[in-house]
């Protein structure tokens, strides 16, 4: 049996950052500073240390210094990255829709998206993604990684329907997106995706939201007509930056950390 190794992954950083304004009106959220490092070195740092070649990053005019950050940081070389513009922020959906092109010329079978805005703290240096990636090696499908959270704040998440599980790997056979009352699971979705390259077709399908949006969740959804859709229970500490509080709170982990 073929593996499908991930070599690639995309990272959507076309956001505003408005729940980080007025800090983002003069830099973009992604270099804000966690501790010592901006927020997109972390991500980039897991995705190497996982077995990332490539990156695709997704970006929005006037956020270029991402860019320089990272080629002149020395985090990438420019040939293991490919830059592409979303001209509006029109949801996660999107902005990973804006990457098919690439992603098709690259002819791989499937690719790792990562939101930057969530940090993943490794667990005995190992991180959960590698585990969602090895899952993907064995069997082809939807993978988004997961973690328990209390019930109050299932309104929060997009929410598992369990159909069966297997230690930490949970076959879903539904998303409930943000419940406000009885939640099909404990388990809501973090920003972390192994997909195969046809998703492409089915963001294609995804009507836009309430908010203009399309949602990638959205898009998993329909693509459960031809893949299963797996949750892979992360075990690692996640740190959330999309806001002041726990932007503030990240770099006091770091700092705690380092000490």
Not at 126 to 139: D, F, S, T, W
Not at 218 to 236: E, I, K, P, T
């Amino acid at each position: 049996m073929v593996k499908m190794i991930i070599k690639t992954a995309l990272f959507p950083v076309a956001g505003r950052g408005s729940r980080l304004q007025p800090f983002t009106n003069y830099c973009p959220k992604e270099l804000l500073p966690v501790y010592d490092k901006p927020v997109v070195h972390y991500g980039i740092v897991e995705a190497q240390q996982c077995g990332i070649e490539h990156f695709v990053m997704v970006i929005a005019k006037g956020k270029e210094e991402i860019i320089k950050y990272i080629t002149e940081s020395g985090l990438l070389r420019p040939e293991q990255m490919s830059v592409v513009y979303q001209d509006k922020p029109l949801g996660l959906g999107h902005a990973v829709g804006v990457g098919a092109g690439i992603m098709r010329q690259r002819q791989e079978d499937g690719f790792l998206v990562i939101a930057p805005d969530d940090i993943m703290v490794a667990n005995n240096g190992q991180y959960a993604i590698k585990k969602m990636m090895e899952y993907y090696a064995k069997q082809r499908g939807l993978y988004s990684l997961v973690e328990r959270v209390q019930m109050e704040r299932t309104r929060d998440y997009g929410i598992l329907s369990v159909k069966e599980q297997q230690n930490d790997l949970i076959l879903a056979d539904n998303l409930v997106e943000k419940p406000q009352h009885n939640p099909p699971s404990e388990y809501g979705i973090i920003a972390r995706y192994c997909l195969p390259v046809e998703i492409f077709d089915y963001i294609d399908q995804v009507a836009h939201g309430a908010l203009g949006e399309i949602q990638l969740t959205d898009a998993m959804v329909l693509a459960m007509r031809q893949y299963n859709f797996f949750g892979v229970v992360s075990h690692n500490t996640r740190l959330d930056c999309g806001n002041p509080s726990g932007l503030s709170q990240a770099s006091h982990f770091f700092a705690h950390q380092n000490i």
